[in-house]
């Protein structure tokens, strides 16, 4: 045959190709066209407020005018279980942690191979838990103490109450955010202060709820903030919240379903907090306004995130965020600076936790709600008023000290509570757009295995990124 | 059988096959055959990315479907060879 008739044969037969041409063309074409489609899917489903709200709590929550009031830190869980059990819950937690370790056991139901086992994981948490204890540990009964003082620490005299003149509000807000990350945060929001999430008082004595420190939290004509006897005085200018969001390591969280692995992401994130909020209030102090770093105290933080537009509320009492979901810690500071406030966000929880109860379920205490929302808390420490699911804060943290250590459980089953892979971004657009699909998202989840408890030993195996949190998510 | 040994002479083959395959398929099997693809690389991604979450039986049960339809197109893409030379 010659090379003309070969040549003409080829012509004819265009589909003819090798299966290993076409195996390595397929791959190729098939990466490319997957990583060019993956980023558009992610922006088209990711939780992009699906409706617009408008600002302002009462827009966002359902309340009982006369009845939503200030709360009082003396209700909080840790300070009303320390009363029932006549001393600061944290020393029984912490008695049992150690009679535990004794045992071979990081948590009530979680053995480990050895004392020496047992050992480690404990210093995993006391490591973790060091800068949260040294600078005001949790915040509650710490407010304008230490390094969460209201007034500058290291800021150049010059700089302390003197703002430039004409200051834009839109330009404050991006570079204020800008820090807030630079500074750690994972998210942030800003937020209109409501007043009503502004504590009314405070206590000083950590975990007493009837000790006799306690103090007015006021708001005064004043131009900074200060603190006598028996107030704390916050400006009236104090107008805004900058909130952030800092990630626990999800991986820890679902090591339990109480466990010191657990306490060790969550106190790595109050130390976390510990930064951000500190830095960014002397930031902020030193571009001349007032700033009242927070951590816990000072006001509730969920209703602040919420407002800020950085989640809503889940059946779990707990803020659900779109990047992670419940498995995060929210660290705030007020400040007069003039900023920008966000919007809240819907995408879809009040909907899908209605349905889901995946939660309550599992909450070995017993302490989450399959009731519809309600306006009445089932104990003083939550806060009436608000139409919403209450948590029973007196039996969840018994089970944190019959456990001697952290529960997190309703954290770490959350459907929300999911990697960074692109897959969930697109469960997530699902649970959004089309809520009447959300009754099968929660045995698929189960289906799945996600969220099932997992082994202390991952621990020592997973990858590790810096401060245990997911990469893949900082974008 | 055409030999080509670079990509761009594989790329232009296999364009002109799926060219003349689109031309002469009926369009909803060619539809069938991209949202297939699609989703076979879909599972097969969820297999791999659940592997990296630390998600075993997620991996396992993404990795079966990504085989189901891996045998699917296999299948179908052997059947219509054999069909054509027995109508001959």
């Known amino acids: 045959m010659s090379e003309k008739e070969k040549s003409e044969i080829q012509k004819e037969k265009p589909k003819a190709v090798s299966r290993r041409n076409f195996l390595k063309v397929a791959g190729v074409s098939a990466a490319v066209g997957i990583a060019a489609a993956v980023p558009g899917a992610k922006n088209a489903l990711s939780a992009t407020p699906a409706k617009k709200l408008k600002m302002g709590a009462e827009e966002i929550y359902k309340s009982k005018k006369g009845v939503l009031k200030r709360f009082s830190e003396k209700n909080m869980a840790f300070k009303r279980v320390s009363e029932e059990y006549g001393k600061p819950w944290f020393k029984l937690w912490f008695k049992n942690m150690l009679g535990l370790v004794k045992k071979s056991k990081i948590g009530e139901s979680v053995p480990v191979k050895s004392v020496k086992e047992a050992r480690a994981h404990v210093a995993l948490w006391v490591g973790a838990s060091t800068w949260n ?16 003082s209201w007034n500058p620490i290291n800021v150049p005299p010059m700089f302390r109450g003197n703002p430039e003149p004409n200051p834009d509000p839109a330009d404050l807000t991006k570079k204020v955010k800008q820090m807030a990350r630079f500074f750690g945060a994972n998210r942030v929001g800003i937020a209109k202060i409501n007043r009503n999430w502004v504590y009314n008082e405070i206590c000083r004595n950590e975990y007493f709820a009837d000790a006799p420190i306690t103090k007015k939290m006021v708001f005064r004509d004043v131009k900074t903030p200060n603190e006598t006897e028996t107030e704390l005085i916050i400006p009236d200018t104090v107008k805004y919240a900058i909130v952030m969001i800092l990630d626990l390591n999800r991986l820890a969280t679902q090591i339990g379903p109480a466990s010191v692995d657990t306490s060790a992401a969550t106190n790595l994130a109050y130390s976390r907090m510990g930064i951000t909020d500190i830095a960014l209030s002397e930031a902020i102090r030193s571009m001349g306004y007032n700033a009242l770093p927070g951590k816990n105290g000072l006001a509730m933080s969920i209703p602040l995130a919420i407002d800020a537009g950085l989640g809503q509320l889940g059946r779990n009492g707990l803020l659900i965020t779109p990047d992670y979901g419940p498995a995060m810690r929210i660290g705030k500071v007020l400040t ?34 399959f009731a519809e929302r309600s306006y009445e808390p089932p104990v003083e420490t939550g806060n009436p008023g608000s139409l919403k699911w209450y948590v029973n804060g007196k039996k969840c943290l018994r089970y944190w000290v019959q456990s001697g250590a952290s529960c997190a459980s309703c954290q770490a089953v959350c459907p929300y509570t999911k990697g960074s892979f692109w897959g969930h971004d697109v469960m997530r657009g699902l649970i959004k757009n089309v809520p009447a699909l959300n009754p099968i998202w929660k045995p698929m989840d189960d289906m799945f295995g996600y969220g099932e408890i997992r082994s202390p030993e991952l621990v020592w195996n997973m990858k590790m990124s810096p401060f245990g949190i997911d990469v893949d998510k900082e974008i | ?82 069909s054509a030379r027995a109508k001959k």
């Not at chain 1, 540990?137 to 103490?145: C, I, L, S, T, V």
């Not at chain 1, 920008?340 to 995946?358: A, L, M, Q, R, Y």
Request: charged share 20%; with cysteine; proline share 5%.
């Open chain 1, 133 to 148: 204890k040294l600078s005001q540990p949790y915040g509650e009964g710490h407010e304008n103490k230490g390094f969460l």
């Open chain 1, 336 to 369: 007069d600076m003039p900023l920008i406030p966000d919007k809240p966000i819907d995408f879809g929880v009040t909907e899908f936790c209605d349905k889901c109860k995946k939660c309550a379920e599992k909450c070995p205490a017993k302490a989450i709600s």
């Open chain 2, 1 to 82: 059988m055409t030999e080509t040994n670079t990509v761009a002479g594989a790329t232009k083959d296999l364009l002109k096959a799926i060219g003349y395959r689109i031309k002469n398929a009926k369009w909803w099997k060619t539809v069938l055959w991209v949202v297939g693809f699609v989703l076979a690389i879909g599972f097969l991604w969820s297999s791999v990315a659940s592997i990296g979450e630390y998600e075993p039986r997620a991996a396992v049960i993404y990795g079966v479907i990504f085989l189901i339809l891996l045998m699917l197109g296999i299948v179908a893409a052997f059947q219509k060879p054999h």
